[in-house]
């Protein structure tokens, strides 16, 4: 049990860690195409990918996964019968 207390805030804290800096990373660098060449006045114009790309949804999911797992450890801890 006590290993088992100890994996349980470092699996938690690392992917909340992890979802938190996919965010800011993809929040920092939008992915930016190039693909109206063929229309004229939007030829030099960039699109950005915007809200709701791959790394958007991965550093959700990882940190809802984080969130969730930490939850679960903070109510284990407190739940714990005293001896």
């Known amino acids: 049990m006590g290993l088992l207390l100890l994996a349980i805030p470092v699996v938690g804290f690392a992917s909340l ?4 800096f996919s965010l800011v990373w993809s929040a920092l ?3 930016v195409s190039f693909g109206w060449f063929a229309y004229l ?3 030099d114009t960039p699109l950005t990918q915007g809200v709701g790309g791959d790394s958007d949804r991965w550093g ?3 940190f809802i ?3 969730t797992v930490s939850a679960f ?3 284990l ?7």
């Open 77 to 83: 801890l407190l739940g714990r019968r005293r001896k």
């Open 73 to 75: 450890w903070v109510g």
């Open 65 to 67: 996964f984080g969130l």
């Open 60 to 62: 959700l999911v990882l």
């Open 17 to 20: 860690g992890a979802g938190i």
């Open 41 to 43: 006045p939007l030829r």
């Open 29 to 31: 660098h939008p992915v």
